[in-house]
């Protein structure tokens, strides 16, 4: 289907190219090299082929957070959005997420990647997250059609709170794989590593032990000696090292996979759910409503475990996201190599 930009979004993104331009002009200046978040590698079709019919000016800006996760996602939207045939405009790499909101309220980004539970949370103001994946996408979905915003199905990768151990030490503990199983266990086993946003969240770390059948700072259930509040980022190496049997951890941290921890599953529903989606401001996805297609192919290859793995080659490797993302879009079949 041929498909024409309003006038509007032609002059909007006019602008947005010239600032785009603008910047990146004073920054090789300053450096003499390209910027590292606009590059992406040149990409091919794949499964992910040109829309027929798409005329030659057609645009798409894609933004994104600028932490890892966030990065290697939006240049996986970027090399799809390419290889089905637009002219993209990079602008992952933003700083903030009420910055990225803002960018797609105001009509300055046409498609980010988001997780319900932010939306849900931050940005609509909601009290309290929802466990149910479903739910709590149904329930964002539906409050941001009256923001302008659409959001299409959920990926499986669910990055919320959760509770790791380190491998080896799971038969020591009797085979503990679950948050009910930590009862169980005698209180000197019930050691905690834990950041001190997690220890003080009104849905953190003392109502998940409530969930759990557990006091904080009771003599039979988890005294406070028995916690260690660190710095953000210690957690995962304490728990590896064996500061505590049970850390606090992201469920996509690709430091998972590198310090062999096994995370434990939340049986009773206590973390809300963080799925990742695509999201498109409404007059993008009704100029091209094949976009839909395009990154409702990609999602369900999302998942918690490709995304450790492609994390960590960022985190703990040093790859660049945009080779990650390339790597990954074309081992699926996604795009080719040109």
């Known amino acids: 289907m041929t498909t024409t930009a309003t006038p509007r979004r032609r002059l909007r993104r006019a602008s947005l190219t010239a600032l785009v331009a603008a910047s990146s002009t004073a920054l090789l200046a300053g450096c003499g090299l390209q910027p590292a978040t606009a590059f992406v590698p040149a990409v091919a079709p794949g499964s992910i082929e040109a829309i027929e019919g798409l005329p030659d000016d057609a645009s798409l800006t894609v933004t994104t957070k600028n932490f890892t996760e966030q990065l290697i996602l939006g240049k996986i939207a970027v090399l799809a959005a390419k290889a089905a045939g637009f002219d993209v405009t990079d602008m992952t790499n933003v700083p903030g997420s009420v910055a990225v909101r803002q960018l797609m309220l105001d009509g300055d980004a046409d498609m980010t990647?988001?997780?319900?539970?932010?939306?849900?949370?931050?940005?609509?103001?909601?009290?309290?997250?929802?466990?149910?994946?479903?739910?709590?996408?149904?329930?964002?979905?539906d409050a941001d059609v009256a923001n302008g915003l659409v959001w299409l199905p959920p990926a499986p990768l669910n990055n919320t709170y959760a509770m790791a151990v380190r491998s080896e030490a799971v038969p020591e503990l009797g085979d503990v794989d679950s948050l009910s199983d930590i009862a169980a266990l005698p209180v000197e086993q019930r050691t905690f590593c834990v950041e001190a946003e997690f220890n003080s969240r009104a849905d953190g770390f003392a109502p998940m032990l409530e969930r759990y059948g557990l006091e904080l700072g009771a003599a039979d259930g988890v005294p406070t000696s028995n916690v260690s509040i660190l710095d953000t980022g210690t957690v995962y190496e304490?728990?590896?090292?064996?500061?505590?049997?049970?850390?606090?951890?992201?469920?996509?941290?690709?430091r998972i996979d590198s310090l062999d921890l096994t995370v434990l599953d939340d049986d009773q529903g206590f973390f809300p759910a963080y799925n990742v989606a695509p999201v498109f401001s409404a007059e993008a996805l009704e100029e091209n409503p094949e976009l839909a297609d395009v990154f409702d192919a990609i999602s369900p290859s999302l998942t918690d475990e490709e995304l450790r793995t492609l994390n960590r080659r960022v985190d703990v490797e040093g790859e660049e996201p945009a080779d990650v993302a390339f790597d990954w879009m074309v081992e699926k079949g996604f795009v080719t190599r040109p």
Do not use: H, K, S
């Open 238 to 254: 304490a728990t590896d090292r064996g500061r505590c049997n049970f850390g606090e951890v992201f469920t996509t941290d690709g």
């Open 113 to 141: 990647y988001e997780y319900t539970g932010t939306a849900w949370l931050t940005y609509l103001g909601e009290a309290a997250g929802i466990p149910d994946q479903e739910e709590q996408y149904v329930a964002v979905r």
